[in-house]
């Protein structure tokens, strides 16, 4: 007769979980922080570092729409998402597993690539606050200050959906409205 073997193995599908699922079932360690919430106010989050020394972020920890009982789809930002990878750079961590569902934001990333040294600039030279109001308003990206650490990582986003950036099937049309946008500021977004 034939000997059959069965592991069992915690999934999840980009969003909330995703984080304990990868780090339980690959026996990683929770580094935990204070990082910018969804909507600018301190909040703890973790990450996960795999024995590879691959760090597991779920956008969902410090940018997540249970996060907030106040939805704002154009005022929140991913920046603390972008703190979390900064912290796990500063620990040597260059390969990362980014799950990118459950989010409160529809920035564009702005939010993240703040956090990691980019800056947003409008037309009278403004520098602009991460978020989805901000993006119609961006005239100038300045990257010279993004952490030069991020040419040595490799990033891996899981994500359980098709949807382009933008477009009657991109994100802000399919998804800001469960963010709390109205009908204009979807068109905004």
Do not use: W
Not at 30 to 59: C, F, W
């Amino acid at each position: 007769s034939a000997l059959c073997e069965t592991v069992i193995v915690p999934v999840a599908d980009g969003g909330e979980g995703s984080l304990e699922a990868l780090s339980d079932g690959l026996e990683g360690r929770i580094i935990e922080l204070s990082v910018t919430g969804p909507v600018g106010k301190r909040i703890k989050a973790k990450y996960a570092v795999l024995n590879d020394n691959t760090a597991v972020v779920e956008m969902a920890a410090a940018s997540g729409i249970t996060l907030e009982t106040d939805k704002n789809a154009l005022r929140s930002s991913s920046y603390g998402t972008g703190e979390l990878i900064l912290d796990a750079m500063e620990k040597g961590v260059r390969s990362f597993i980014i799950g990118i569902g459950g989010s409160a934001t529809t920035d564009g990333g702005t939010g993240m690539l703040s956090a990691l040294g980019a800056e947003l600039y409008g037309a009278e030279g403004n520098l602009l606050y991460p978020c989805g109001e901000s993006l119609i308003h961006i005239e100038k990206i300045d990257l010279s200050a993004l952490d030069k650490r991020l040419s040595e990582c490799e990033f891996t986003v899981l994500c359980d959906v098709r949807n382009p950036l933008y477009g009657e099937k991109g994100a802000a049309c399919v998804f800001s409205p469960q963010k709390g946008a109205d009908e204009n500021e979807v068109k905004l977004l």
